[in-house]
C-alpha cells in the first residue's frame, strides 16, 4: 500500500508491492503536491469555487485582483499585495496638487497587516472663497469618487496635517466616505475667533482600511 513522504506532508508514495497504475501514481502526486504549491485562480469566486473544503495553510494567487491569500484554517486571508500603481486624486474645485510641495495627491492600495489597506501621498492648497470665506464645495476633495476598489466599508477618519498659517489648529479630519468621496473637516469660516483656514494639507503617511 502507499506510503506517506518523509516530510511529513501527505503525499502518497506508491510501494513497490503496489499493482502497477500510473494514473493513480500521477494522481496521488497531483493530489498531495498541488494543495501545497501557490496555486492560481482568476479571483476570490473561482479559488472559491474550485477549493470547496480548503485546509489550512493553502496559498492561492488572485491573477485579478494580484493579491497572495492563504487559508489559516476558518477563511481565507490577503497575506501580500501585489504591485499597486499610484493613482493621482481627481480634484473638485478649490483644491490643487502640491500643497507645500508635498507633491501630487495620489492613492494606492497596499497589504497592511494582512487587510487591504488605501495608502495615501502628496499635498493639497486649498481656496477659500465667499464672504467670509469658507472651504469649497464643503470640504469635498474630490471631483468624482475613488473607484470601488478604493472605497472603504463604512466610514473612515484620519488625522492630517496643516498649515499654521491663518490655522488654530496643526490638523484636520479627513473622511474617507463609503462613497468614494475624501472630505476634509474641521475648517471654519475666515471670520470665526477660532480661525482653521490653512492653505495647505498633507496627506503624506495617510492609510484608512477597506
Known amino acids: 500500500m502507499p506510503t506517506s513522504d518523509t516530510y511529513g506532508q501527505g503525499v502518497q508514495i506508491a510501494a513497490l508491492t503496489d499493482a ?18 501557490v496555486m492560481r485562480f482568476s479571483s476570490a469566486s473561482a479559488r472559491n469555487a474550485t477549493i470547496a473544503s ?3 495553510g493553502m496559498v492561492a494567487f488572485l491573477t485579478t485582483e494580484k493579491l497572495f491569500t492563504g487559508y489559516d484554517g476558518t477563511a481565507w486571508v490577503v497575506l501580500a499585495a501585489g504591485t499597486s500603481a499610484w493613482t493621482t486624486i481627481p480634484l473638485a474645485a478649490g483644491f490643487a496638487h502640491n500643497g507645500n510641495s508635498n507633491g501630487t495627491a495620489q492613492y494606492r492600495v497596499v497589504n497592511l497587516f494582512g487587510e ?3 495608502m495615501l501621498q502628496g499635498g493639497l492648497d486649498i481656496t477659500y472663497s465667499g464672504s467670509p470665506a469658507v472651504i469649497s464645495n464643503g470640504g469635498i476633495i474630490t471631483s468624482s469618487p475613488l473607484p470601488s476598489t478604493a472605497r472603504p466599508g463604512s466610514l473612515r477618519t484620519v488625522p492630517a496635517s ?3 498659517v491663518t490655522s488654530d489648529s496643526l490638523t484636520l479630519k479627513l473622511d474617507a466616505q463609503s462613497d468614494g468621496h475624501l472630505k476634509l473637516v474641521g ?13 495647505w494639507v498633507s496627506l503624506n503617511g495617510l492609510f484608512y482600511s477597506l
Open 116 to 118: 487591504l489597506t488605501v
Open 162 to 164: 496643516c498649515s499654521a
Open 20 to 37: 502497477p497504475n500510473q494514473q493513480v501514481l500521477a494522481q496521488n502526486l497531483a493530489n498531495g503536491l498541488v494543495p501545497r504549491s
Open 187 to 199: 475648517t471654519t469660516a475666515s471670520n470665526a475667533t477660532e480661525r482653521i483656514t490653512p492653505p
Open 54 to 56: 480548503p485546509v489550512a
